[in-house]
């Protein structure tokens, strides 16, 4: 009993003393060594006053993805007060929920709940299991719902005010209005997606099992159908592949040669985002193991029985099916939408922001991930404006030199110059001077006028892109939102971004860049297709131990690595599991 008073005193000093933020105990008891470890958050349960008595800065951030997730993470100022509101209270692990589908990782170990990642030292962070379904600009407050049914008040609708707030509410699956895909389609976007395919595999097995069915009938049961030939319905079919002929063969033995997996693809090719020797690669994999995939078939009906696919050609055709997974891209959510209109942005996919990610004519709302997209300044909407801050002298023609002089700041402010510059393998700016210059003068004496330099700059536009909706893009746009923030004061003082081209003085920051780190395929077979930097592409099972470490390397805690291992040397050793919980 004594030992156990010790151990309360020193909870209680934990707790009564936040600024033992990091301790190690160590003591032994009856022989045996025992070691505590405290990581307390001093901020925990703080109030929204600093030390020097100035009010906090309140943002509000909606969604616990990717986006979210790592501007949560990243941020580190103790001037804020987090608040983020968010129907999920955990973060997932997206791109391992095929593996969860098939019982190869579990759903425990790819989520991490949002109160664990949201105890920081500096910041005050609270969370709200709710869904926000409106957003009000005007008086700067976003109107919820909560999900437990009643808010604190007993109302089940309340509203939160921010200073600032960051829409990271992500994206919801494109159905394209096709009649019957809502209602009897399966979809993989988030941990309960997962699950649900999961019980619906397994139960597909044991209800083909069943007695005085016919073969057909057992066939129509195990026919599993997915359409979209994208990662995530390349990477489920490799699973589910996978998980039938190594696991459930064993199983229910009668079942094997009844099996049948379709993938359905309106596009000519599968992985389309990929290098044409992935594509390749994947399709030929795909033919080899008996996945059969239907290029340019366009879905056009679900029902309960079956899906009507139409070719390119026009021929219609009838599949009868046992389960559909859906899996053909992403569509903006309700409240999105709304907030659209309201703002004058109704005509477009997603949220438009401008390269600091800040939603176009809202000062202090930031829109990230899935649900937005960089709207990139045009360099010919500017071309003036560039032209006379690049003319120094104001002589009205352009040298070289001066050019020089304002390179890095025009190519920070429109990075298609510098892509465009690439894409014609010239070797500096010189070379997209003098292609536009009327004489033939050396590389010194170039001197444009301003006509002039609209040619040499007016095809540098069409290497305007928009960023794909990826993991990979939204996370690392909250770490660039997190830094912004963490130097808002700093920045306002001493700007560290490009000359305003429209205007004088400099940016606050720097513009986003993404920066693209590669992609991986799995394919199944242990062999994954990795397309790396530098346009390297490596396929077969060495590229699937390089999956295997930066999976693991990328999950959001310590807890979930582990978890991720353990569950993968589990499957090594006892294979995947097969029961439908």
């Given at each position: 009993?004594?030992?156990?008073?010790?151990?309360?005193?020193?909870?209680?000093?934990?707790?009564?003393?936040?600024?033992?933020?990091?301790?190690?105990?160590?003591?032994?008891?009856?022989?045996?060594?025992?070691?505590?470890?405290?990581?307390?958050?001093?901020?925990?349960?703080?109030?929204?006053?600093?030390?020097?008595?100035?009010?906090?800065?309140?943002?509000?951030?909606?969604?616990?993805?990717?986006?979210?997730?790592?501007?949560?993470?990243?941020?580190?100022?103790?001037?804020?007060?987090?608040?983020?509101?968010?129907?999920?209270?955990?973060?997932?692990?997206?791109?391992?929920?095929?593996?969860?589908?098939?019982?190869?990782?579990?759903?425990?170990?790819?989520?991490?709940?949002?109160?664990?990642?949201?105890?920081?030292?500096?910041?005050?962070?609270?969370?709200?299991?709710?869904?926000?379904?409106?957003?009000?600009?005007?008086?700067?407050?976003?109107?919820?719902?909560?999900?437990?049914?009643?808010?604190?008040?007993?109302?089940?609708?309340?509203?939160?005010?921010?200073?600032?707030?960051?829409?990271?509410?992500?994206?919801?699956?494109?159905?394209?209005?096709?009649?019957?895909?809502?209602?009897?389609?399966?979809?993989?976007?988030?941990?309960?997606?997962?699950?649900?395919?999961?019980?619906?595999?397994?139960?597909?097995?044991?209800?083909?099992?069943?007695?005085?069915?016919?073969?057909?009938?057992?066939?129509k049961i195990l026919h599993f159908v997915v359409v979209g030939g994208g990662p995530t319905g390349v990477e489920f079919a490799a699973e589910l592949h996978d998980f039938v002929n190594e696991d459930l063969v064993r199983l229910y033995p009668k079942a094997k040669d009844l099996v049948r997996i379709t993938l359905l693809e309106a596009a000519d090719h599968i992985l389309t985002m990929?290098?044409?020797?992935?594509?390749?690669?994947?399709?030929?994999?795909?033919?080899?193991?008996?996945?059969?995939?239907?290029?340019?078939?366009?879905?056009?009906?679900?029902?309960?029985?079956?899906?009507?696919?139409?070719?390119?050609?026009?021929?219609?055709?009838?599949i009868p099916y046992g389960m559909i997974v859906w899996s053909t891209g992403i569509g903006t959510r309700p409240v999105i939408k709304d907030f659209m209109k309201q703002i004058g942005q109704g005509n477009r996919r997603a949220l438009a922001t401008d390269e600091w990610l800040r939603v176009e004519g809202c000062d202090n709302i930031y829109a990230l991930g899935d649900c937005a997209?960089?709207?990139?300044?045009?360099?010919?909407?500017?071309?003036?404006?560039?032209?006379?801050?690049?003319?120094?002298?104001?002589?009205?023609?352009?040298?070289?030199?001066?050019?020089?002089?304002?390179?890095?700041?025009?190519?920070?402010?429109?990075?298609?110059?510098?892509?465009?510059?690439?894409?014609?393998?010239?070797?500096?700016?010189?070379?997209?001077?003098?292609?536009?210059?009327?004489?033939?003068?050396?590389?010194?004496?170039?001197?444009?006028?301003?006509?002039?330099?609209?040619?040499?700059?007016?095809?540098?536009?069409?290497?305007?892109?928009?960023?794909?909706?990826?993991?990979?893009?939204?996370?690392?746009?909250?770490?660039?939102?997190?830094?912004?923030?963490?130097?808002?004061?700093?920045?306002?003082?001493?700007?560290?971004?490009?000359?305003?081209?429209?205007?004088?003085?400099?940016?606050?920051?720097?513009?986003?860049?993404?920066?693209?780190?590669?992609?991986?395929?799995?394919?199944?077979?242990?062999?994954?297709?990795?397309?790396?930097?530098?346009?390297?592409?490596?396929?077969?099972?060495?590229?699937?131990w390089l999956w295997y470490s930066v999976y693991a390397s990328k999950q959001v805690s310590w807890r979930t690595r582990v978890l991720v291992v353990s569950d993968w040397m589990r499957r090594f050793i006892f294979g995947r599991d097969s029961s439908s919980i």
């Amino acid at each position: 009993m004594r030992n156990f008073s010790v151990f309360e005193r020193f909870a209680k000093a934990f707790q009564d003393s936040p600024s033992l933020s990091r301790i190690l105990v160590v003591s032994t008891i009856s022989g045996g060594g025992v070691i505590a470890y405290s990581e307390a958050n001093a901020s925990y349960g703080a109030n929204s006053v600093v030390e020097t008595g100035t009010k906090k800065k309140k943002v509000v951030l909606l969604g616990t993805g990717w986006a979210g997730t790592s501007f949560l993470k990243n941020l580190d100022n103790s001037s804020y007060e987090v608040q983020v509101i968010s129907p999920r209270n955990y973060f997932a692990f997206t791109p391992l929920l095929p593996s969860v589908t098939c019982g190869t990782v579990e759903a425990r170990s790819v989520v991490e709940p949002i109160r664990n990642i949201g105890r920081k030292k500096n910041v005050d962070t609270s969370y709200l299991e709710a869904e926000c379904f409106k957003i009000d600009p005007a008086s700067k407050k976003v109107y919820c719902r909560s999900k437990q049914g009643i808010a604190s008040n007993g109302k089940k609708e309340f509203s939160v005010d921010y200073d600032y707030l960051v829409i990271a509410t992500g994206a919801q699956s494109n159905t394209f209005n096709i009649p019957g895909v809502e209602e009897n389609c399966h979809f993989l976007k988030e941990v309960e997606d997962a699950q649900g395919i999961r019980k619906t595999v397994i139960d597909s097995f044991e209800k083909a099992s069943l007695p005085e069915l016919s073969d057909e009938e057992r066939k129509k049961i195990l026919h599993f159908v997915v359409v979209g030939g994208g990662p995530t319905g390349v990477e489920f079919a490799a699973e589910l592949h996978d998980f039938v002929n190594e696991d459930l063969v064993r199983l229910y033995p009668k079942a094997k040669d009844l099996v049948r997996i379709t993938l359905l693809e309106a596009a000519d090719h599968i992985l389309t985002m990929f290098d044409k020797r992935i594509t390749e690669f994947a399709e030929a994999k795909f033919n080899r193991d008996g996945i059969d995939v239907k290029l340019g078939s366009m879905v056009t009906k679900v029902n309960e029985k079956d899906i009507s696919a139409k070719t390119k050609g026009g021929e219609v055709s009838s599949i009868p099916y046992g389960m559909i997974v859906w899996s053909t891209g992403i569509g903006t959510r309700p409240v999105i939408k709304d907030f659209m209109k309201q703002i004058g942005q109704g005509n477009r996919r997603a949220l438009a922001t401008d390269e600091w990610l800040r939603v176009e004519g809202c000062d202090n709302i930031y829109a990230l991930g899935d649900c937005a997209t960089i709207n990139q300044r045009k360099v010919m909407e500017d071309i003036s404006a560039i032209f006379n801050k690049a003319d120094k002298d104001k002589s009205g023609t352009l040298t070289l030199q001066e050019f020089q002089e304002a390179m890095d700041d025009i190519c920070a402010r429109y990075p298609q110059l510098e892509l465009y510059m690439k894409s014609k393998r010239m070797r500096g700016i010189a070379d997209l001077l003098l292609q536009a210059q009327a004489d033939d003068g050396s590389k010194k004496n170039i001197e444009l006028k301003i006509e002039e330099f609209k040619s040499a700059l007016s095809q540098v536009d069409s290497q305007v892109k928009f960023l794909p909706a990826t993991a990979q893009v939204a996370a690392q746009q909250g770490t660039y939102l997190a830094k912004c923030f963490d130097r808002m004061e700093a920045c306002e003082k001493n700007p560290e971004g490009p000359i305003r081209m429209r205007g004088e003085g400099r940016h606050r920051f720097r513009p986003f860049r993404y920066k693209h780190l590669g992609q991986f395929a799995p394919l199944g077979g242990e062999q994954t297709a990795a397309e790396l930097p530098g346009d390297w592409v490596s396929i077969g099972h060495s590229s699937q131990w390089l999956w295997y470490s930066v999976y693991a390397s990328k999950q959001v805690s310590w807890r979930t690595r582990v978890l991720v291992v353990s569950d993968w040397m589990r499957r090594f050793i006892f294979g995947r599991d097969s029961s439908s919980i």
